[in-house]
């Protein structure tokens, strides 16, 4: 029996944490999650998630730091990293593929498709 894909969520705000969990876990996910940039590196390289969901505005440390410090080591280097974001400006979206981002979710995230559109980011096994 193979484990069901987990999911790392790194994000500040607790009701979010909740909602996505929620989602998350009722379509058959583990999550995981830090409420902050630097707790969510330590809990990503001891865990090794399958998927990195990453809020990119947070206090003390940015999505974007985040996720180049994520690529930084060998053990997240190839995570997929989701940004979840309520603004996706170019310039924005630019600056967090370049740190090294594979994509986004927009928040407020859609109940109905968030499973789906976290499904779509999973490495093929």
């Not at 999650?33 to 947070?58: H, K």
């Not at 109905?112 to 559109?117: G, K, L, M, P, Q």
């Amino acid at each position: 029996m193979s484990l069901p894909p987990s999911v790392l969520l790194i994000e500040d705000r607790e009701s979010n944490i909740y909602l996505c969990r929620y989602i998350l876990e009722r379509s058959g996910f583990r999550v995981l999650a830090a409420r902050t940039g630097r707790e969510g590196v330590e809990r990503a390289r001891a865990e090794r998630p399958d998927l990195i969901l990453l809020d990119l505005q947070m206090p003390e440390q940015d999505g974007f730091t985040t996720a180049a410090d994520l690529r930084s080591f060998p053990e997240t280097r190839d995570t997929p990293i989701v940004a979840l974001t309520a603004c996706v400006l170019p310039a924005e979206k630019d600056q967090a593929l370049a740190a090294g981002c594979r994509g986004f979710i927009e928040k407020p995230i859609r109940v109905s498709e968030f499973a789906r559109e976290v499904s779509s980011y999973l490495p093929t096994k």
